[in-house]
């Protein structure tokens, strides 16, 4: 048996837990900056956005082979069997790729008269955070993070236990 595939499940949730602070590392920073109106570029700051994908070269299908499990289609419409792409087992790194971008969705304008970033109607142009859904975004990813390490505790007891025997 090859040593990486003793490990896989460590691994997945590795990646899960890298992800999972990404996100929760972006979320901080938009709460930090809710009323962030003038950023290092002089213009109120860009909510920040991870998006998560599969890393190039890890493929569902090359997985499921390497564990042994025949995957058949249940509905015409879908991939024929054996049609998926798959990359080498052997030099894919996996794992999942969190990807960090600026929300394109327009700025909040309050009005403000008294504010010094104020225009000449006295609106300001605030950041485009809304706290809510950061803070539900924040449990989301919290909870993510938690199933992921309960995910390792349980793989290492495994590993544990199948030594013990």
Do not use: C, W
């Not at 058949?72 to 080498?88: D, I, R, V, W, Y």
């Not at 008294?114 to 809304?130: C, K």
């Not at 989301?140 to 793989?155: D, L, P």
């Amino acid at each position: 048996m090859k040593i990486d595939r003793m490990f896989g499940a460590l691994n997945i949730s590795a990646f899960g837990l890298t992800a999972q602070r990404t996100k929760m590392n972006a979320i901080a920073s938009n709460l930090a900056n809710a009323e962030t109106t003038r950023a290092e570029n002089g213009a109120p700051y860009r909510r920040k956005i991870v998006s998560f994908k599969e890393r190039a070269g890890q493929a569902f299908a090359s997985t499921a082979r390497q564990a042994g499990v025949q995957l058949a289609t249940t509905n015409g419409s879908h991939m024929a069997a054996g049609t998926f792409a798959t990359g080498s087992s052997e030099s894919a790194a996996g794992g999942i790729e969190a990807t960090e971008t600026q929300d394109g969705a327009a700025p909040r304008l309050v009005y403000d008269p008294g504010h010094p970033d104020a225009d000449a109607n006295g609106y300001v142009t605030m950041p485009n955070v809304n706290v809510v859904t950061e803070m539900v975004g924040m449990i989301s990813a919290s909870r993510a993070f938690e199933a992921n390490v309960v995910a390792i505790n349980a793989a290492k007891a495994m590993a544990k236990d199948s030594l013990e025997i």
